[in-house]
């Protein structure tokens, strides 16, 4: 009799967990449907303003004020490509060239003197560590609007103003580039490692070059990439420090061009061209540098 009614409890509760699996595996896919399609939607959000600038930098300048800005037209790219370069001397082109040189040169020396000052302030002991570091914390937490107008002083002062060095130079500091570089320099360089380079007679230099930058080379690319992005996209201190147009980089002369539209209608077109072209180089840099972040985020998995 106590066998049967051992049998009966366990198929009375095998019947009812059957059901309660079943509602949990119908919530997991209600929830996994719910965010899905917040997922697509906040795609569809991002994406957005691309598709428009790919559909309308396709237009004429008629098509463009007649027509759904969200539908194609009359496909007339290569002519729009033609006169944004042509425009004014080729001007555009000397904006992608300065565009170029402060992002790409910046951002290297950028992330070379962030690299060395983490990698020091994360292996070396000395005195007022601890305050320099705290030092450079504070920076990060400063606008850098509120550095416009000191910088456009100081360079007044040294008469540097309206010249490449006045915004290539201060593209070159980053605080939290040297914060992101102390935090990984200690957990992705091991001392053991320092210790043993310097038994075999290496000197400071070479096991940074050799040794250390290769270790930190995800958190090197990343910062690369964070000033690459910075300096393209930077548009107040340019407009602060530069009057001679052959010195803009490509925000500030895409904005210079939209101030005249009401004088020259045509400068529409050629804005929201030169918009598409100044986000090529981005996407290129990015995809590029993709498989970094994806080695280190291997490297992170397996320890």
């Known amino acids: 009799m106590s066998v049967s009614t051992d049998r009966a409890s366990r198929g009375s509760s095998t019947v009812d967990a059957m059901p309660r699996n079943r509602r949990v595996r119908e919530g997991s896919r209600g929830w996994g449907l719910i965010a899905m399609v917040f997922l697509v939607s906040l795609t569809v959000y991002f994406l957005l303003p691309v598709y428009w600038l790919v559909i309308n930098a396709t237009k004429t300048q008629s098509d463009l004020v ?6 194609f037209s009359r496909i007339a790219l290569w002519d729009n490509l033609s006169a944004l370069f042509e425009r004014d001397n080729t001007v555009f082109l000397r904006w992608v060239v300065n565009s170029l040189l402060y992002a790409g040169v910046g951002a290297a020396i950028g992330t070379l003197l962030a690299a060395m000052a983490g990698y020091a ?33 100081l360079f ?6 309206d010249t490449m060095w006045s915004v290539f130079l201060p593209s070159v500091v980053s605080p939290f580039g040297v914060y992101l570089s102390r935090i990984f320099a200690a957990s992705a360089v091991p001392d053991e490692i320092i210790e043993a380079a310097r038994l075999d007679g290496a000197d400071e230099r070479t096991i940074f070059f050799s040794i250390a930058t ?12 964070f000033q690459f992005i910075a ?20 925000t500030y002369g895409l904005f210079y061009w939209q101030t005249q539209i009401s004088r020259d209608p045509q ?16 996407i290129i840099i990015f995809l590029s540098l993709q498989r970094f972040w994806q080695a280190g985020l291997s490297a992170g998995a397996v320890k």
């Open 66 to 71: 007649s027509t759904n800005g969200f539908w």
């Open 121 to 153: 302030l994360a292996k070396y002991s000395f005195p007022g560590r601890e305050f320099i570091f705290s030092s450079i914390l504070g920076g990060v937490l400063v606008p850098a609007t509120a550095l416009a107008l000191p910088l456009f002083l």
């Open 156 to 161: 007044a002062k040294v008469g540097q103003t």
């Open 214 to 225: 290769r270790l930190m080379s995800p958190a090197l690319v990343t910062i690369f990439l």
């Open 231 to 250: 300096i393209w996209n930077n548009f107040l201190l340019p407009r602060v420090m530069l009057n001679d147009a052959r010195l803009y980089p490509l």
């Open 267 to 282: 400068l529409q077109t050629l804005v929201i061209v030169g918009s598409l072209v100044s986000v090529i180089p981005l």
